[in-house]
């Protein structure tokens, strides 16, 4: 299966750390939005879209970079976070990238989150939140959810 994954991990690495282990199984490489070969993108079974949460959304680079897609032939995608405080489910924050990649031609078939350390107002006044993430049980819980994605494609016609 080839694979790539696009991180926008700007903070203190949280989503980097998530995207490499995921990388690892996957067999992905692990790219910055502007460093994405759009040809390389375009010939991948999975695609991988992820970054830190900002004010309840994904970074602005993915973002523009994803609104900057052609649209094209379904491609399988995945979306991954981490964040300081947990996805609501009554107002995901996966929810509007997913649609715009669903707009863009991808098919999203799965969703991952995790906490990580933040230090966003007025979480620095006090030190931050979540130091210790993302820590070994969510970066067990990462491999384990990108191992789920490879049996699924590879059970695929």
């Not at 070994?136 to 590879?154: M, Q, V, Y």
Request: net charge positive; aromatic share 10%.
């Amino acid at each position: 299966m080839k694979a790539v994954i696009v991180c926008a991990s700007v903070s203190h690495g949280n989503t980097k750390r998530v995207a490499d282990v995921m990388g690892q199984v996957l067999e992905a490489r692990v790219v910055a939005p502007e460093e994405v070969d759009m040809e390389e993108l375009f010939t991948c079974e999975l695609v991988g879209f992820g970054s830190g949460i900002f004010s309840g959304r994904f970074h602005p680079r993915l973002r523009q970079f994803v609104r900057a897609l052609p649209t094209g032939e379904r491609r399988r995608a995945f979306v991954f976070a981490t964040s300081g405080l947990p996805e609501l489910q009554f107002r995901p924050f996966t929810r509007p990238l997913v649609r715009l990649l669903e707009q863009k031609g991808f098919e999203v078939s799965h969703t991952f989150s995790c906490r990580g350390f933040d230090t966003w107002l007025p979480f620095k006044l006090v030190g931050g939140l979540n130091k210790e993430r993302p820590n070994g049980t969510d970066l067990a819980a990462a491999r384990a959810f990108a191992e789920g994605l490879r049996a699924g494609i590879s059970a695929m016609p």
